[in-house]
């Protein structure tokens, strides 16, 4: 159901050394923080590289805002920046150790402090709350395509969990839904996470990528290109049928039978 009979993974041409986090765009675009997070490029729908800023300091995770902009974890200044759509920069929350985040339709962004072990949650005023304690380094986030679910990943690496949304954006009925494949002695991974139209979620672990269905079963593993684990990954391309991910720093692609979702509202053709 997601394998292409054919299709493997190829290395993405351009000039994009130390890839560290990617994130998806309106119109099947990808963005692509490089530099170890000091430069952030654009993939657009038909492949093509395109600058887009240079932060002012590295970026970790990143996701789109329902208002257009692209949100990026500033974690060496405890801030979360939003970039314009001309890369422009300004300061968004202030005071908070963020990796990584997700944002939800109605704005509210959820984010992860790993040095905390805790999940905050950021109103639209600008407001912060953490709204769980106890996930022991906490790193990749991601929610449902029905925004009603939440899950996030740690580096314990046994499962990931997933947590109801409440009215009051506050967290609850906390489970241990996916159950990952790793090798003895390792330690887990997830620092992201993504779904795609069918409700399956993709992983990115030492492993490979580890798809899920919606009952939270694994499908299976798409496995790594190269001996390094999965840092990130995304889906792009103008029928978001191609899931970008980041492997040893490098950048690579492949086609899918699946289809990806994003929250970030398409722009006008």
């Keep these: 159901m997601v394998l292409l009979p054919g299709e493997n993974w190829r290395s993405v041409p351009g ?9 998806s765009g309106p119109n099947g675009e990808v963005y692509v923080a490089h530099h170890e997070g000091r430069q952030i490029d654009r993939i657009d729908r038909d492949g093509k590289l395109h600058a887009f800023a ?5 970026v970790m995770g990143m996701a789109f805002a329902p208002d257009g902009r692209l949100y990026a974890c500033q974690t060496g200044k405890n801030r979360i920046i939003a970039l314009d759509a001309k890369g422009k920069e300004s300061v968004l929350i202030e005071d908070l150790p963020a990796f990584y985040l997700a944002v939800t339709r109605d704005g509210w ?6 040095s905390e072990n805790a999940i905050y949650r950021i109103g639209k005023d600008g407001k912060k709350k953490c709204v769980e304690q106890h996930m022991p380094t906490a790193l990749g986030i991601t929610l449902w395509v ?9 580096m314990e690496g046994r499962h990931l969990t997933a947590f109801r949304i409440d009215k009051d954006g506050n ?10 494949r790793r090798r003895t002695g390792e330690d887990g991974l997830v620092a992201a996470m993504t779904l795609d139209s069918a409700r399956r979620l993709y992983a990115a672990t030492r492993l490979g990528v580890q798809v899920f269905d919606p009952t939270g079963r694994m499908c299976g593993v798409l496995l790594r290109p190269e001996p390094a684990p ?3 990954l995304a889906f792009g391309g ?10 040893g720093g490098k950048l690579y692609v492949r086609k899918t039978k699946a ?5 970030a509202p398409a722009k006008s053709q």
């Design 109 to 114: 962004i959820y984010a992860t402090s790993p």
């Design 146 to 154: 029905d925004q009603g679910t939440l899950v996030a990943g740690d």
């Design 238 to 247: 103008a029928d978001m049928d191609r899931l970008y991910i980041v492997c």
């Design 230 to 232: 999965v840092i990130s």
């Design 54 to 58: 240079r932060p002012s300091s590295a």
């Design 259 to 263: 289809k990806g979702v994003t929250l």
């Design 171 to 180: 967290l609850g009925a906390r489970e241990k839904y996916y159950t990952l």
């Design 15 to 23: 000039d994009l050394p130390f890839v560290h986090s990617l994130a």
